[in-house]
């Protein structure tokens, strides 16, 4: 009898069916806003901004410069910049204040190298490396410029394709970076264990694998096919090769530098307070995701996804549950499509503080996330910005920044709106 009733439950919960993670996108913004955004100055398709410790900030602009600037909005141009292909998504992208800045000055960027192999144009995400150097000009200005920049990590095998990825997060003992490395519109690269693309890496400050990787010290196959970006997940099965890239000396160690697969357009993560690492992802129609990033783990690009293809056609939803694949802490279908993750910490909103605020461009937003301490999150506001917001980032006096995406877009302070 107990043999029965034991089977007998268990039958019944492999009847359950599976349980869709939640679907946040189509959350209602809130009636009115906590807060003023006060516009400080604009910029030319701006990506990202960093923070110096003295208050100023570092600013990229999608088609090439990188700028100082005041907290008053006084932009000066940041000289040496390294040259990047600008077209669609590709260009100058991120910035990043490294954890030995005080010691070293250095500072870390991502853009999309421009590049020929195999007589292919293209450009390849590039990571460098270099010192913020400041110097004064004619007027007693300070003039900053990049000095012995190296590019510290690159993905060899160019070509075609935007969705870079091109975030960078610190861990929280400051000894390691990880990068984010989008799949580059190719689909099937992300589940391929020998490129890059569609990737989390972690990765030491110079670069290079890291210690104690999920597969530390293995190596890859010393060449893979490169395709062109396909139609759809479907034609990206039997996608023809348009050349092939060769590991510089026959050595590949993607396979050494992976910390997760199965990402699509990874265009953000921040370490939370807890020393969780969360990632915010493009789907392509529906299919946002904020992840919850652990070692070894297989986000399911391009098997699965809450979505379906730019063309209609179908993609399988994660909830069909294939072995080996984690799921989304949140999506969203309709997308917000998400510009960055930022986890607030300050004294001007200190309800938020633990926080994540993450930016939308479609959705034209600012979403605050909660974290249950257990690996949960849900959206708890949604405030209607009126613009597509690319970036948001927390200063160090507690403001929030954020970057408008437009030819003409804004830089605006947010604070806390006066008590009436």
Do not use: C
């Not at 003023?36 to 030319?44: G, I």
């Amino acid at each position: 009898m107990k043999t029965f009733v034991k089977s007998a439950f268990v039958l019944a919960l492999a009847a359950i069916p599976a349980t869709a993670q939640p679907n946040m996108g189509d959350q209602k913004p809130e009636s009115a806003l906590p807060f003023v955004m006060n516009q400080v100055t604009t910029f030319n398709l701006p990506w990202r901004m960093a923070f110096l410790p003295d208050g100023r900030m570092l600013v990229t602009e999608k088609v090439g410069p990188i700028w100082l600037v005041t907290d008053k909005g006084m932009k000066t141009a940041v000289l040496n910049v390294p040259a990047a292909q600008y077209s669609n998504q590709n260009g100058m992208l991120g910035i990043y204040v490294s954890p030995t800045y005080a010691a070293d000055q250095s500072v870390y960027l991502t853009y999309s190298e421009p590049g020929t192999l195999g007589g292919i144009a293209g450009s390849s995400l590039a990571l460098a490396k270099a010192k913020l150097a400041f110097s004064k000009n004619a007027n007693n200005q300070d003039v900053a410029s990049l000095e012995n920049l190296q590019v510290i990590w690159r993905d060899g095998a160019r070509g075609r394709g935007g969705q870079f990825g091109a975030a960078v997060a610190f861990s929280p003992d400051n000894k390691f970076l990880f990068l984010s490395v989008g799949e580059r519109q190719r689909f099937t690269p992300a589940q391929d264990p020998n490129q890059p693309l569609g990737k989390i890496l972690r990765l030491t400050l110079d670069g290079k694998p890291a210690p104690g990787n999920p597969n530390a010290g293995k190596m890859g196959a010393p060449s893979v096919g490169i395709i062109n970006p396909p139609a759809d997940t479907e034609a990206a099965k039997t996608a023809p090769i348009a050349y092939t890239y060769n590991f510089p000396n026959g050595q590949n160690f993607t396979p050494s530098e992976t910390w997760t697969s199965g990402h699509r357009t990874p265009y953000a993560m921040a370490f939370g307070p807890d020393g969780r690492l969360w990632e915010v992802e493009h789907g392509p129609r529906g299919g946002d995701e904020l992840n919850l990033i652990e070692p070894g783990k297989n986000y399911g690009w391009p098997n699965v996804a809450y979505a379906t293809n730019y063309n209609g056609k179908p993609i399988p939803s994660h909830d069909t549950n294939p072995a080996g694949i984690t799921k989304p802490v949140i999506y969203w279908n309709p997308v917000i499509a998400v510009g960055n993750i930022a986890f607030y910490k300050g004294n001007m909103f200190p309800q938020w503080n633990g926080s994540a605020l993450v930016s939308g461009m479609v959705s034209r937003s600012l979403t605050r996330i909660t974290f249950d301490g257990k690996g949960g999150a849900k959206a708890a506001e949604r405030f209607d910005m009126g613009k597509r917001i690319r970036d948001v980032a927390v200063a160090p006096d507690g403001a929030i920044w954020l970057l408008e995406d437009s030819s003409t877009g804004g830089m605006f302070r947010v604070t806390p709106k006066p008590a009436q």
